[in-house]
């Protein structure tokens, strides 16, 4: 067993880099329909597109070739992981360690917050959806992708309230509302 890195329980070896290779393979198409998707509703593109729990920038990658985001941020708490992203980063896809659950984000609001795979991971997945949503622009989207349950995963398919794949909004400001 691979040791754990924070709460994530496949750590980052050089193994859960491969496992993480191959998951990127096989759900490339539906996390790429998604995506293009939220790009089509979005119209213009985003500033800053953040992703969450990067891991080896597989995601990253994805998210910044199909939403064109201006920068494209990956996060992960993994250094390893963060290390073995920037290696292969394309123009514009940047990387830095940090804590996803603590928010503000090493960075300006973001246009989209993505996480793929990852709130499965967390302890508190709707108190995190929330702290993600104080990261956004106005009116921009926060988007996860579960995927199907990990059955691997120690402790069994999650049940994420409010989590079905749906994006979740930070509202535009509306006259009259307080600041
Ligand atoms: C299943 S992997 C998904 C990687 C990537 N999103 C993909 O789809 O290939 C989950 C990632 O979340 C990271 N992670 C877990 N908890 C985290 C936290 N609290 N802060 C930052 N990263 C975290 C892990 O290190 C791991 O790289």
């Known amino acids: 067993m691979t040791s754990a890195v924070g709460g994530y329980a496949f750590g980052d070896s050089a193994p859960a880099a491969r496992r993480l290779g191959l998951l990127a393979d096989v759900f490339e198409p539906p996390s790429r329909a998604?995506?293009?998707?939220?790009?089509?509703?979005?119209?213009?593109?985003?500033?800053?597109?953040?992703d969450l729990g990067c891991g080896p920038g597989h995601s990253t990658q994805l998210v910044a070739s199909v939403v064109g985001a201006r920068r494209t941020l990956g996060l992960d708490q993994s250094g390893s992981f963060v290390a073995?992203?920037?290696?292969?980063?394309?123009?514009?896809?940047?990387?830095?360690?940090?804590?996803?659950?603590?928010?503000?984000?090493?960075?300006p609001p973001a246009g989209l917050v993505y996480g793929r795979f990852l709130?499965?991971?967390l302890p508190d997945p709707?108190?995190?959806?929330?702290?993600?949503?104080?990261?956004?622009?106005?009116?921009?989207?926060?988007?996860?992708r579960r995927g199907r349950p990990d059955p691997h995963h120690p402790a069994g398919p999650a049940?994420?309230?409010?989590?079905?794949g749906r994006p979740a909004r930070r509202p535009r400001p509306q006259p009259g509302d307080r600041r």
């Open 34 to 50: 998604f995506l293009a998707e939220f790009a089509r509703v979005a119209g213009d593109p985003v500033d800053l597109a953040v």
């Open 84 to 107: 073995l992203a920037e290696a292969g980063a394309p123009p514009g896809v940047e990387f830095a360690v940090h804590d996803v659950t603590v928010v503000p984000f090493p960075s």
């Open 119 to 121: 709130l499965s991971h």
């Open 126 to 144: 709707p108190a995190t959806l929330a702290a993600w949503a104080t990261q956004l622009a106005p009116g921009r989207a926060a988007a996860g």
């Open 159 to 164: 049940r994420l309230p409010g989590h079905g």
